[in-house]
């Protein structure tokens, strides 16, 4: 039994994805300074009403609103980007790619094919799964342990998959 610790290093990226390489796909920055700035392995989600077609990075904690999530950030967003003219790219969210990312809590058999929250650390700046919340937040389906991560490890590395019901398509 190991305990993990992280770092800002630990962010989520692609594990393994049907189309081959992992997809990548482009969309306007978001337009409000405290959410338009993101990092790679942030989870991104759609900007609110008339900033829809924008994304922004998904708040502290849980995220309300279950249906608006794009995927997470392939590259470190701009902060002094001008609004409508800067593309960031960012890996979808979609039924065909697992990503690689931390989960905090301690890792048991009962949890592959589990749905649990994910939530980012405000204080690392990293995307994370809570396996302590099952529900109410854009979700992540437990599909295995990485490489290093065994049963019974605190904090260790999953493979997940978003869950259906919480990604939209550009």
Known sequence: ???GSFSSGSYVRPYISAHGSP???EIEQGSTASTAV????????????????RAVLQATGVTANLTVC???AAEDAETSATVGV????????????????????????????GIYAI???S??????????IVSTAVMGIVDAFANGSTMDDT????????????????
């Open 70 to 72: 794009l995927g997470f």
């Open 38 to 53: 993101y990092k790679l392995g942030d989870l991104i989600c759609r900007g609110a009403t008339t900033n829809a077609h």
């Open 155 to 170: 904090n260790g590395f999953v493979v997940f998959r978003v869950a259906s019901s919480c990604s939209q398509k550009y």
């Open 119 to 121: 939530r980012r650390d």
């Open 123 to 132: 204080t690392l700046g990293i995307a994370y799964l809570d396996l302590a």
């Open 1 to 3: 039994m190991a305990d």
């Open 23 to 25: 997809r990548t796909e």
């Open 86 to 113: 800067k593309k960031t790219l960012f890996w979808p969210a979609d039924s065909e790619t697992q990503f690689i990312g931390v989960a905090k809590g301690t890792l048991n058999s009962t949890q592959l094919g």
